[in-house]
């Protein structure tokens, strides 16, 4: 049996701090699927296509991985793709709130598929794709917070503040 981890996110971009837990489910996981959420809602700096492919780029060392998208309800999807569980990284006390009633929405949604959380490394701990957006948008040094093409990719997207201050 092929043990399948759904590993959700907006993925706004990639940190290193998700490199970190998809490395480390891979170790209890026989698969991950990391799988952006596209929320309509949210006003997100990368589309989703560019998402899929920063994630992408930044995975290709990882076999069994799978990078997707989805829409709707996460345990409705966890079902369709298989999963037995929902992967999570949980960094501080202040992420527990939320995961935890999440975790207990789907739970009660669905009850044989087990939400995982995995502690974020301490050198992720502060690692958040709204506090590197943020860096980036005043040309702060992003380098050792995220994968090399979601740094390049920042760039991009603030290339003005980047070129003119640094
Ligand atoms: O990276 P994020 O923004 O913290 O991820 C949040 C995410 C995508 C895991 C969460 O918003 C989610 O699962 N959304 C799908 C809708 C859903 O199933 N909601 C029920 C659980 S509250």
């Known amino acids: 049996m092929t043990r399948i981890a759904i590993y959700p996110g907006s993925f706004d971009p990639i940190t290193n701090g998700h490199v970190d837990v998809v490395e480390r489910g891979l170790k209890i996981f026989d698969k991950v699927i990391v799988s952006i959420l596209t929320n309509k809602n949210k006003k997100p700096l990368f589309s ?3 998402r899929l492919d920063i994630i992408r780029e930044s995975l290709k060392g990882f076999d069994r991985v799978e990078v997707d998208a989805f829409e709707g309800l996460i345990i409705d999807y966890a079902v369709k793709k298989n999963a ?10 202040s992420d527990f709130e939320n995961e ?3 975790a207990m929405f789907n739970r009660r949604l669905n009850r044989e598929i087990q939400t995982v959380f995995l502690m974020t490394g301490m050198r992720w701990i502060f690692t958040s794709s ?3 957006k943020e860096l980036a948008s005043f ?3 992003i380098h050792d917070l995220v994968p090399p093409f979601a740094e ?7 290339h003005d503040v980047y070129t003119t201050n640094r």
């Open 100 to 102: 935890f009633q999440m």
């Open 152 to 158: 390049q990719k920042l760039k991009e997207k603030f």
């Open 139 to 141: 040309g702060g040094d």
């Open 130 to 132: 709204s506090g590197i």
């Open 84 to 93: 037995a569980a929902i992967l999570r990284g949980m960094r501080a006390m």
């Open 48 to 50: 989703v296509d560019e």
